[in-house]
């Protein structure tokens, strides 16, 4: 797998990195990691990798977003396979999106590393060919727009849920559930983050659209 080129695993949480980066090496691969994805597509400009494992929800560049870039960039690894990960509520519109974008796997999370290893064995052994035809930039930010809208209801709901039924649970549970509110709440602000940038480069587009 090694001549090739390295398996790059990009995630933002520190101890499902280490847990992908160990995993893969102990199954005797050579992987690099980046912590987000401006970390990850600085790795790719330094070291062409085999393979890319990218978080979806990330700061600063998310994974949908970077694999419009990849896929739109020109460069020597514009065709490299990836695989997008994630963790919460995930539609066949969300997969489809992604494969329209040129994903190779879509996995969610908890990770089955067994399953997962596998997977990627696959993936590198089969010789992917991960060409795609870059989507629109306006039509790929009108698509995730629509999805980050359809996040951002299903996480409300979420958080209502569990504002209803903290009052109605045994103090020893309390904790557990204010901090998945608290996660929670995290999570739709970066939904909310996102939404913004987003539709700040839908009015730019326009603009220039009617100059």
């Not at 994805?37 to 949908?64: H, N, S, V």
């Not at 970077?66 to 739109?72: A, E, F, K, N, S």
């Not at 190779?104 to 990770?111: C, D, H, L, Q, S």
């Not at 010789?127 to 727009?145: I, N, R, S």
């Amino acid at each position: 797998m090694e001549k090739n080129g390295p398996i790059l695993i990009i995630e933002d949480v520190d101890n499902l990195l280490q847990l992908l980066d160990l995993t893969l090496k102990f199954k005797g691969f050579e992987t690099i990691t980046a912590i987000d994805g401006i970390d990850g597509l600085e790795k790719m400009e330094q070291t062409k990798p085999a393979l890319i494992i990218t978080d979806i929800m990330m700061p600063r560049l998310d994974g949908y977003s970077l694999l419009q870039r990849i896929r739109t960039s020109g460069k020597d690894f514009s065709n490299i396979p990836v695989v997008l990960l994630t963790a919460t509520y995930v539609t066949p519109e969300d997969k489809d999106f992604a494969m329209s974008l040129g994903a190779t796997k879509f996995v969610t999370k908890p990770i089955d590393t067994d399953a997962f290893v596998d997977t990627i064995r696959e993936i590198l052994l089969e010789k992917v060919d991960a060409t795609a035809k870059p989507m629109d930039p306006k039509e790929f930010y009108l698509k995730y727009k629509e999805r980050l809208e359809n996040k951002l209801a299903q996480k409300n709901a979420h958080i209502s849920r569990i504002n209803m039924l903290i009052p109605t649970i045994s103090e020893n549970q309390k904790n557990t559930y204010q901090n998945m509110l608290t996660n929670a709440v995290f999570d739709r602000e970066n939904i909310i983050h996102e939404l913004a940038e987003i539709n700040t480069l839908l009015n730019q587009i326009n603009d220039q659209e009617k100059l």
